[in-house]
């Protein structure tokens, strides 16, 4: 067998090697505009997000302590069909991006073509506030004088916050209540940093965020067997004291939660004018 020099065998595999690469790195370029990264989310989702410098779709979704902004520019109708999704668990696929901005470096952003409510795929998570392990926190003064009254729950294994507020502007003592969900990372401590900003002058800048909310319907909040009680007179105003008995009835499917039913009672403060 005749061997080539080695020069001329160097001189071949160059030649055989270029002509292998530069086919790959041109295919590689005229595909890059194609790339894209497809995804499938099932999360909290959120549609009241504010952001500094208006940094932001105003729509996020959460899963696993991981928030993405959602994106319905090419899909308007589902941001319409969304509205009355805000604070349940939800399955959004779409295409996921980057955008660059200015007080958040990276904005991670799903461009969304599909949005629907998720199944949980098990029991509700039953808020029961008879358990041994829930707190429970009533607040009707603060700095400023006598307020509507505030009762707070809190569920520290479940990440939950359950607020019942009864109004103090007429005899009606109308009922309304709230779940506030955070990110299962919360500690203890955190939310307790929540709580006092509720209530106080906002002692604590850093405290978490709830990544979602939501409304109990009003037809399962109601009071009854209001007591007058006294009155007190300040500097702000007179007011009469109430002694009001709350209920929470048995609540159907809100987001993933579901409300054990139960009574209590408050002092709500009214105003006299």
Known sequence: MKLLPVTTLISSISIITAGLLLPLSAFADEKASDEYIKVEVRGILNNEVMAIGGESTGVVITANGVT?????????????????????????KGQLQVRAGIEIRKRWILKVKTIQLGNSGGDLSLLDIKSDKVKKLEVSQTFGGFRETQIFYTFEEKNVILKVKIDNQ?????????IYIFEKSTTANGLGKWLNNQHSDGLYPDIPRPVSTLDV????????????????????GNFDNYSIQFNIADSEKIGDFKIKAFSGKAMVHLKIK
């Open 217 to 236: 319907p009003a037809k399962f909040c109601s009071s009854k067997n209001s007591k007058f009680i006294d009155k007190t007179e300040t500097h702000l």
């Open 170 to 178: 007429n005899l009606k003592f109308d009922v309304s209540a709230k």
């Open 68 to 92: 993405w902004e959602l994106d319905f520019e090419n899909a308007p109708a589902l941001r319409k069909t969304s509205k009355p999704m805000n604070g349940q668990m939800v399955v959004v």
